[in-house]
């Protein structure tokens, strides 16, 4: 498994994932398509279909070997050919720390110079050298545990990577993915609860979230201190009920514009207290925006 041929191996033009071109797009561009095709296959769409795939006559002599025959794939090749296919980043090393192979991927994400026999890690990366992941693949020589763990990227700066060592007979494997716009979503959803604690504190201000329907999704203590009903009775019920009679209608208006024209705005409204007295506060309301379309609204209410 992963020989001694792997350096070789490494530099060979692997299928890779199929990119998608259009035939008008092909016309015009042709020269580009063509030198693209030389090293992965390019699917050709007509009216969002797939008619045809141009590709390199070697990639082409590759796919058209008879399964089994002399020409048949090595299990080394067939590993390499699947690696080029992970959105990983993989690299292949002994126990000594020689690469003795790098998917596409692990080549851009470290941006690897084409790999000389005999080099080790720290010669390639030298910012490994002392290093957490370091550390970690070296315990995994040693104690052949797989290991994972998000760290900072040590080539790429403000990047995060999800870094994990294999043990693979006696050699080892190590995969990277960049997860850094999962860790920015963590840190916003962090700046996010923070914000609605803060929000929360301030007996003055309070946090609603509404449905597509205009149905209460969400609201803070505040608001139920405000209108002097319980949490439970709240979920659920339309902001309207709680808003007085000469105002409901336009606010009405102003929900359904924020929502369908994906707009924020601003307004004052009067609100009904449970023991009977209006309180008049200042809104706030921004479109709450999903991965297919609006979801609701957030509001933001000042007491005045």
């Keep these: 498994m992963w020989g001694s041929d792997l350096h070789d191996l490494n530099t060979s033009q692997d299928q890779t994932p199929v990119e998608s071109v259009t035939s008008a797009e092909l016309v015009r561009s042709f020269a580009k398509w063509r030198e693209t095709a030389l090293s992965r296959p390019v699917a050709i769409t007509t009216h969002g279909r797939v008619s045809h795939v141009l590709t390199g006559a070697e990639i082409f002599e590759q796919m058209a070997r008879p399964a089994g025959g002399s020409g048949a794939m090595t299990a080394d090749q067939q590993l390499i050919s699947l690696s080029e296919r992970l959105k990983e ?30 080099v080790r890690l720290t010669q390639c990366l030298p910012e490994l050298e002392g290093s957490v992941m370091q550390v970690q693949y070296r315990r995994t020589i040693e104690t052949r545990e797989a290991l994972a763990a998000d760290l900072p990227s040590q080539r790429r700066k403000g990047r995060w990577v999800n870094f994990q060592s294999i043990p693979l007979g006696e050699q080892f494997v190590l995969l990277l993915r960049d997860i850094t716009e999962e860790v920015e979503r963590y840190r916003m959803a962090d700046a996010k609860e923070a914000m609605l604690e803060a929000i929360s504190r301030n007996p003055d201000v309070s946090y609603v979230r509404l449905s597509p329907r205009g149905l209460i999704a969400m609201a803070d203590a505040t608001l139920e201190d405000w209108l002097g009903i319980s949490h439970e009775k709240l979920m659920g019920i339309r902001l309207d009920d709680v808003i007085v009679r000469e105002h409901q209608h336009a606010f009405r208006k102003i929900l359904d514009k924020v929502l369908e024209r994906d707009c924020a705005t601003n307004c004052d409204l009067d609100l009904l207290a449970n023991k009977g007295a209006s309180l008049n506060v200042h809104c706030a309301i921004v479109p709450l925006c999903g991965a297919y379309g609006v979801e609701g609204a957030s509001m933001i209410m000042t007491r005045r």
């Excluded at 080549?107 to 005999?118: A, S, T, W, Y």
């Design 89 to 118: 980043g993989l690299l292949v090393c002994d126990r000594d720390e020689v690469i003795l192979y790098a998917n596409r991927q692990a080549k851009e994400f470290l941006d690897l110079e084409p790999l000389q026999p005999g």
